[in-house]
């Protein structure tokens, strides 16, 4: 998986991908005041208004997100003939990157959802408008003409259901069709029970309590939430499924993947309205972009941690994505430096989730295109790699009086922060052969300077039916060789 660095420089992959966006659409109005008083004809608040806002809610908030990030929005939706369908249309008009083929579906009533907020709490929202009314015949012809009309110039194509009627079987059948054959990833937010509705999606975002409601099964612990969401996805026949958990982050499953738990990234939460529309459309955009699924729920992840520290249905912006990626590989690299109890419990963590564990280690002074690439190698045989770094007083023991060049929290530093190192953690002996005794990983890796039996920790390993490997050295680098030349 990407670390902070490389999913900062997939935000710029982002830009001109285009989206189709289907589904329910509406009005958000926001009514934002103060309560100085309490009613003297009921136990309410009064809410002196000081101003109102609206924007397009439903489909029509993933557009946006979707066109905040910088791809182009393909907005497709039913509106009422009325005036908050004609406000709709306006507002949509006004975004940047957003085009919309709206469908006017004679006598039905347009969404529309009030909020009342005071002193940055949400006292009430109001709902508007049609309730799980399957929208007409004709207006699902228009839906799917003009599905077609923009599929082959898309990218990827989200389906937005908020249970409004807006995607009806027919719709979401010939929808998914559609997208199938043109072979562009379909990403869905289902409201449904029935999951089967959704047969033929690429991926999946139910929250929780969707998941729950689809297959019964509870999801309290990252193991729950991993085995409901899977039986989510084997239900909607998809690649993979996205759980969001609110504060207990997200997790993702997959049909050839390993589950993959990401915590909140959240500092502050102040409203969680919309976290899932910025959670859709980025994951979209990523895929969109050429992401792996787990990198692209990272990434929608970290754009989720940003949206819910803003009130209303807000969206994040590529710069604050890209800082706060940025910000996170800073906090992430210092995370990685751990000692061996803080150390053992994210060992257990990582095997309860099915990982496998590596284990690598050396002095890693002036680390070099040598060291890079055999982490690089070692990553490459597990799934979290362990890098045991040698302290000052064990590389001085080993090196001489004159080594390290860097000390120990340099070097930590700078090996927690390559996307590879999953742990760093140090050891004052000449070996690490307790810390091996202790971790019992599964694959311990070295340089091939050494033989399988001059490894340190090998016969240790192989007992216990782990294996050793070793990596290729890149030939021509040498911390050694390096300070000569410094000092010639």
């Not at 980025?282 to 009130?311: H, M, P, R, S, W």
Request: glycine share 8%.
């Amino acid at each position: 998986m990407l670390g902070p660095h490389d999913l900062a420089a997939l935000v710029g992959q982002l830009e001109g991908k285009r989206i189709i966006c289907v589904g329910d659409l509406m009005l958000d109005r926001y009514v934002y005041g103060r309560v100085d008083r309490i009613s003297p004809e009921a136990p309410i608040p009064v809410v002196a208004v000081e101003r109102q806002l609206s924007m397009p809610g439903g489909v029509g908030n993933v557009a946006r997100n979707v066109a905040a990030l910088g791809g182009e929005a393909i907005l497709i939706g039913v509106v009422g003939d009325d005036a908050s369908g004609n406000e709709l249309k306006r507002l949509i008009a006004s975004e940047e990157r957003m085009i919309a083929d709206l469908v006017y579906d004679k006598g039905r009533i347009t969404t529309v959802k009030t909020r009342f907020m005071a002193d940055g709490h949400h006292l009430l929202r109001a709902d508007e408008g049609d309730v799980k009314t399957a929208i007409s015949e004709r207006a699902e012809d228009q839906i799917l003409r003009a599905i077609e009309a923009e599929i082959s110039d898309a990218d990827a194509i989200i389906l937005s259901d908020y249970a409004k009627g807006t995607l009806t079987p027919r719709v979401l059948k010939q929808a998914i069709e559609v997208a199938r054959k043109a072979s562009k990833p379909i990403v869905v937010d289902p409201k449904s029970r029935d999951f089967s509705r959704y047969q033929g999606a690429t991926l999946l975002t139910p929250n929780l309590k969707e998941v729950h409601d689809a297959t019964g099964l509870a999801g309290t612990t990252d193991e729950e939430a991993a085995q409901a969401g899977d039986a989510a996805r084997i239900k909607a026949g998809a690649e993979a499924l996205l759980v969001t958990r609110s504060e207990k982050g997200m997790t993702l499953v997959g049909e050839v993947m390993s589950a993959r738990h990401f915590p909140a990234r959240a500092l502050e939460v102040f409203d969680v309205s919309g976290a899932g529309d910025t959670v859709i459309a980025t994951l979209t955009l990523a895929l969109a972009a050429g992401a792996a699924f787990e990198d692209a729920a990272a990434l929608a992840n970290a754009a989720a941690g940003i949206v819910v520290g803003k009130v209303g249905t807000a969206v994040t912006f590529p710069d604050e994505l890209a800082n706060s990626l940025h910000t996170a590989e800073l906090d992430s690299a210092d995370a990685k430096i751990r000692n061996l109890p803080v150390l053992m419990d994210a060992v257990a963590r990582w095997r309860r989730q099915g990982f496998t564990v590596g284990f690598t280690n050396g002095c890693f002074d002036l680390i070099h295109p040598g060291h890079v690439s055999l982490i690089s190698q070692a990553a490459g045989q597990c799934d979290r790699l362990i890098v045991a770094l040698n302290s000052d007083a064990s590389v001085k023991r080993l090196k001489g009086d004159t080594r390290p060049v860097q000390g120990e929290l340099a070097r930590s530093i700078v090996l927690a922060s390559l996307a590879d190192v999953s742990s760093v953690i140090l050891f004052d002996a000449d070996t690490p052969l307790e810390l091996i005794e202790t971790i019992k990983p599964d694959v311990l890796v070295k340089g091939a300077d050494y033989t399988v039996d001059t490894v340190v920790g090998s016969d240790v390993v192989q007992k216990y039916g782990g294996r050793v490997y070793l990596a290729d050295l890149k030939a021509g680098f040498s911390t050694t060789n390096t300070i000569k030349r410094m000092e010639s």
